[in-house]
C-alpha cells in the first residue's frame, strides 16, 4: 500500500497550491479519502474528507471556503485545491485512507502518506 503526496511547497500569503495524492495497492474507490494536517507543537488535525464515490464532502471550518476537496478514483488520486492561503496554513500536510468493514466484524484499513510541507509565508 502506497500515498504518495506531492504538490507542496512554498507559496505567498493568498496564493495557491494543489496538492495531490496517488493511491496504490488497495482498492481507492472503495475508500474514504482526507487530508490532514499539523503544525509544530500542535496535533494533527482533519482539512477535509471525501467519501468513497464523493457524494459527501466535509471541511474543517477553518478551511470552509478556500480549500476544494476532490478524487478520480480512474486515477486513484485524491486532490486538494488550497486558494487564499494563509499563514496558519503553513504545516505538512498527510493524506489519509480509511475503510471501515462491519460485517462479519468490524475492521478498519487505515492508511498514510509519508507528507508533503505546505509553507505560507511573506
Known amino acids: 500500500v502506497q500515498l504518495v503526496e506531492s504538490g507542496g511547497g512554498f507559496v505567498q500569503p493568498g496564493g495557491s497550491l494543489r496538492l495531490s495524492c496517488a493511491a496504490s495497492g488497495f482498492t481507492f474507490s472503495s475508500y474514504a479519502m482526507s487530508w490532514y494536517r499539523q503544525s509544530p507543537g500542535k496535533e494533527r488535525e482533519l482539512v477535509a474528507v471525501i467519501t468513497s464515490t464523493g457524494g459527501m464532502i466535509n471541511y474543517a471550518d477553518s478551511v470552509k471556503g478556500r480549500f476544494t476537496i476532490s478524487r478520480d478514483n480512474a486515477k486513484n488520486t485524491v486532490y486538494l485545491q488550497m486558494n487564499s492561503l494563509k499563514l496558519e496554513d503553513t504545516a505538512v500536510y498527510y493524506c489519509?485512507?480509511?475503510?471501515?468493514?462491519?460485517?462479519?466484524?468490524?475492521?478498519?484499513?487505515?492508511?498514510w502518506g509519508q507528507g508533503t510541507q505546505v509553507t505560507v509565508s511573506s
Open positions: 489519509n485512507a480509511l475503510q471501515i468493514v462491519l460485517v462479519p466484524k468490524r475492521v478498519e484499513y487505515d492508511y
